[in-house]
């Protein structure tokens, strides 16, 4: 078998396969235990086949406000775009942590960044733009590539609401790390939006909760 069938059947593996296991054996609420074998395993086929990426991996030189500024406007719109779903689609739950668990939210702005936020952000960017280049092309192929394997990744939530979102947020952060190759703005930027999402009462859709 050679380099790009052995690359293909390793895209299909990490990205099709795993998710399908997860969503038919109902295995959602391991999600983090498989992210973070996910991120292990990516991280030393990068760390074998891309060593001399790995100087290059954070480009935290990216994170400026020019970088930042465009960044945190379109956060600020689609904020209130997911306050105002919420409102309409699941009042019930708007505010939902910030009104019963707001120490859970404390909680969450030191651990998702770095166990959430991150994992993915190597994953579904710096690895897989890397990784399957050779497939895609263009960095237009890439962005959307990323993002369809990004949402079908949360399809195993079994709703609506988290594959859609997830599409669009991957659509988001593939743009920006298309552009600024930076893991550490890419991080930060999912951190945002992530803190929002629970913050809004949006995160029972993205995590075992959303299952019973």
């Not at 949402?151 to 669009?168: E, T």
């Not at 593939?174 to 809004?200: D, N, P, R």
Request: aromatic share 22%; proline share 5%.
């Amino acid at each position: 078998m050679n380099r790009q069938a052995l690359l293909a059947l390793e895209f299909l593996l990490l990205c099709i396969v795993l998710p399908t296991v997860i969503i038919i054996f109902k295995l959602a609420p391991y999600m983090l235990l498989f992210l973070w074998a996910a991120w292990a395993v990516c991280w030393s086929i990068y760390r074998h086949y891309h060593f001399a990426e790995l100087q290059a991996l954070w480009k935290w030189k990216a994170v400026t406000w020019e970088n930042m500024k465009p960044i945190v406007i379109r956060w600020l719109v689609c904020s209130l775009l997911m306050l105002a779903f919420t409102y309409y689609y699941d009042p019930e739950r708007l505010f939902y942590i910030v009104k019963e668990k707001p120490q859970l939210l404390l909680f969450l702005l030191f651990f998702y960044p770095i166990f959430s936020a991150l994992p993915q952000e190597f994953i579904f960017c710096t690895f897989f733009f890397q990784r399957y280049k050779p497939f895609f092309k263009s960095r237009k192929a890439r962005v959307w590539a990323s993002a369809i394997v990004f949402a079908y990744a949360h399809v195993l939530f079994i709703n609506p609401v988290a594959p859609v979102l997830s599409f669009i947020a991957g659509l988001i952060f593939a743009s920006t790390f298309a552009k600024t190759k930076s893991l550490a703005l890419v991080t930060i930027e999912h951190s945002m939006y992530g803190l929002v999402l629970f913050a809004v009462g949006l995160g029972w859709y993205f995590w075992g909760g959303a299952l019973i």
